[in-house]
């Protein structure tokens, strides 16, 4: 069974960091792209960061160029998400995706998390 676990979500201060974690289990991993999207209340689930199965190959949307930060530890079978300098609009559901090319639209990927909460607020 594909599971697919956020953590590391909480309340922060504006301009603080938060690390996201995605642990997988239940498929290939190395050979899936991981996906982590938002949805903040009222709005879509948009694309924020994107990671290949390949070296190298990372997407991130203009929002968060330069203050988010994706990475993979295959060994074990994680992705995380480093947010600096968060923005009360950061707010939101986080969720990360798995699937065989990803992509950066949400209809990409088969399957998802159930989501880590991020606040950013004084």
């Known amino acids: 069974e594909v599971q697919l676990v956020e953590s590391g979500g909480g309340l922060v201060q504006p301009g603080g960091s938060l690390r996201l974690s995605c642990a997988a289990s239940g498929f290939n991993f190395r050979d899936y792209a991981i996906g982590w999207f938002r949805q903040a209340p009222g709005k879509e689930r948009e694309g924020v960061a994107v990671i290949g199965s390949s070296a190298g190959s990372e997407w991130y949307s203009n929002s968060v160029k330069d203050r988010f930060t994706i990475l993979r530890e295959n060994a074990k079978d994680t992705v995380y998400l480093q947010m600096n300098s968060l923005k009360p609009e950061d707010t939101a559901v986080y969720y990360c995706?798995?699937?065989?090319?990803?992509?950066?639209?949400?209809?990409?990927?088969?399957?998802w998390g159930r989501g880590t909460q991020v606040t950013v607020s004084s």
């Open positions: 995706a798995a699937d065989r090319f990803g992509g950066s639209q949400k209809g990409q990927y088969n399957y």
